[in-house]
């Protein structure tokens, strides 16, 4: 069981706690790393605030048995660490003052002393820390001094309280705590003592970002984005500034044995201001009640300043199967990577935990997102895939209707695939109701209204997909092709070289680069990004074979037109299903001029209902033949609106 303690003593400066108890330094009631040195220095300093604390004295105290040398080493050491963990500076210090050859001082102001007259037990754990040479008049006069600095701080508080009480309630009230309207959750700190738990903590982080997104009238940030300051040292303004968020949640797992806690606290992020944090501690079997939990905690301190439009589900009683939970946490860390070998990986996870648990809804959602992205990226045997995504997506919505992921993979499916365009319209909006704050849902309905001919409101979509990841290439790379289907290229441009700045080597980023450079009219620009495109999803070969090619042969402007040939050849020897590449082969005829070649693997893209077909009606790239009565029969026979 991991020690918790009902009755800390502390001493308080600042956003800081010193808990002498469990010898923790604690900023807004989250753990701050902190070495038992530096930790026994600034003991020592708080001992005597505003006063001079000598080197020889924090010898005598700290370093009672070593040299000189080393003692001198160390305190450097320590003093250094100290400042790290308060953020502090040496130049313009905050907190620990220097004097030049002659110490150190504590210059903050201290809040309070909650230090109670110990028992001898208390005694020996409030002082462990310290070595036992350690004089006991010197913790007797400690103790004198936080007792007294207690009184203290009580006569101040009587005399604030009667001098101006209106003002004090004002600002203690909850009328004067900023309203939180949208909200950022950081990267929970992982501080159990394996490092490969990290998979854990950052499945605490996607539960919390999940169950406090059915919050109706409150953005929260997807995960892509927040996971950009799992190592920042950026300040909670800054990411809250990037962010474009009231509020920050930051905290703490540790995960120990049979047990699990969960420390974490709510920050308006503009001002810094600490507004709620808590503590919880269960069996490890207990896990999804504690995150629902947090969740709700976090929720009703919101909804006292913002009224939401539903809030969370009540909390499962679900019995959790602890190695199910810890595939599906692995599965999920692997699925989001969405290269092949990455997305092969999570799914053989995510059958493993479907084999322990086969009523874990929630491994069945993610197993058909996996299948989908095989489906999308993977030519060999799309019809089958496909078929597994389905069955994995109604599976989970029979054991949990309320997965937005799992609505939203189903509506792409009937959309993309089964071309039932309505009941692609019902999952994808079902799957936004669930989770208002899904970045993902939400990008992907704007592709389907751009389809439906409904651009303005396919804009909608993808500006509020920006806001809620702003940082992800995937949402830029999508929207640049939302705003390229709605014929916008400007933004389209800026969209897709924002998702390339992002990550380079985010292949899709290049391709919707490659498709607006072309709808604008440079070419070689153009091929120049398709062969990076194809060079970053493992073409490097035929991305070769297609420059070398196109730098002998090709005319300026015509570089597409010059490799056509050895792309049809390519695609036609790929695969052992040409039809599953017949959308690339008729694009590669369309340059060519063939026509009548192109509709033929056209209608057998039909045959196959090639998911490639699916912004066929409204993608630039095929205008050269959309006057075709042809182009339109296929448009029919996909039963897309005209």
């Excluded at 009523?359 to 060999?380: C, I, M, Q, R, T």
């Excluded at 799992?406 to 009941?423: K, T």
Aim: net charge negative; aromatic share 8%; glycine share 4%.
């Amino acid at each position: 069981m991991l020690p918790l303690s009902s009755s800390e003593r502390t001493i308080r400066f600042d956003d800081f706690e010193l808990c002498l108890n469990s010898g923790e330094l604690r900023k807004h009631g989250i753990r701050i790393k902190l070495q038992v040195r530096p930790f026994q220095v600034l003991q020592v300093l708080l001992e005597s605030p505003g006063q001079v604390v000598s080197r020889e004295e924090l010898q005598r105290r700290v370093w009672p048995v070593d040299t000189f040398v080393d003692f001198d080493h160390g305190l450097n050491n320590a003093i250094r660490k100290l400042r790290d963990a308060l953020a502090d500076d040496a130049e313009n210090p905050r907190y620990v003052e220097t004097l030049a050859k002659r110490g150190y001082r504590f210059i903050a102001e201290i809040h309070n002393g909650n230090v109670a007259a110990p028992s001898s037990s208390e005694e020996v754990s409030a002082t462990a820390l310290l070595p036992k040479t350690v004089d006991p008049g010197s913790r007797r006069n400690a103790f004198a001094w936080a007792l007294g600095l207690g009184v203290a701080a009580a006569g101040a508080l009587a005399l604030v309280f009667g001098l101006n009480a209106d003002r004090l309630r004002e600002r203690l009230g909850k009328s004067a705590a900023p309203r939180i309207q949208s909200l950022a959750v950081l990267p929970l700190q992982n501080l159990s003592a394996d490092p490969a738990q990290e998979y854990f903590s950052d499945g605490m982080t996607d539960a919390l970002i999940t169950d406090l997104a059915q919050l109706g009238n409150v953005k929260v940030i997807s995960r892509t984005s927040s996971m950009q300051y799992e190592q920042t040292k950026k300040s909670l303004p800054e990411i809250a500034r990037e962010l474009n968020v009231d509020g920050i949640v930051e905290g703490t797992v540790q995960r120990s044995g049979d047990r699990v806690r969960i420390t974490a606290q709510l920050i308006h992020g503009p001002s810094d201001k600490h507004l709620w944090s808590n503590s919880y501690e269960r069996e490890l079997r207990d896990t999804l009640q504690m995150q629902e939990e947090v969740a709700r905690d976090i929720t009703e301190r919101i909804s006292a300043d913002v009224a939401t439009s539903h809030g969370l589900r009540s909390a499962s009683p679900y019995p959790l199967n602890i190695g199910a939970y810890d595939d599906y946490l692995k599965g999920r860390n692997y699925v989001p990577r969405e290269t092949k070998a990455d997305v092969i990986k999570g799914t053989e996870f995510l059958e493993r935990s479907i084999q322990q648990d086969p009523n874990y809804a929630p491994a069945f959602a993610e197993l058909a997102f996996a299948h989908y992205v095989l489906a999308s990226s993977d030519h060999s045997a799309p019809r089958e895939t496909v078929q597994k995504s389905k069955d994995a997506a109604l599976k989970a919505l029979a054991l949990d209707e309320n997965l937005a992921e799992a609505h939203c993979v189903l509506g792409l499916i009937y959309a993309m695939y089964e071309w039932d365009w309505a009941a692609g319209e019902r999952e994808l909006k079902r799957a936004i109701q669930s989770d208002p704050s899904s970045a993902f849902a939400r990008a992907e309905y704007a592709f389907y209204l751009d389809i439906m001919g409904r651009k303005t409101e396919a804009v909608q979509e993808i500006n509020t997909a920006l806001e809620l990841d702003p940082f992800s290439p995937m949402r830029h790379s999508s929207a640049s092709f939302v705003f390229l289907y709605a014929r916008e290229y400007d933004p389209a441009m800026s969209e897709a070289r924002r998702a390339v700045a992002i990550d380079p080597s985010f292949a899709p980023g290049h391709l919707a680069l490659s498709s607006v450079l072309q709808v604008q009219g440079k070419p070689a620009e153009a091929f120049a990004e398709w062969l990076q495109y194809l060079s970053l999803t493992g073409q490097t070969g035929f991305a070769q074979e297609l420059e070398s090619a196109a730098k002998k042969h090709s005319r300026p402007g015509e570089p597409f037109q010059t490799v056509a040939p050895i792309m049809v050849r390519y695609y036609q020897e790929k695969s052992k299903i040409p039809a599953a590449w017949a959308v690339n082969i008729a694009w590669a005829h369309m340059y060519l001029g063939d026509r009548d070649r192109a509709f033929e693997w056209l209608n057998r893209a039909c045959q196959e209902h090639s998911m490639e077909l699916y912004a066929l009606v409204v993608d630039p790239d095929w205008d050269p033949i959309r006057s075709d009565p042809r182009f339109e029969a296929v448009l029919r026979r996909m039963g897309l609106p005209r």
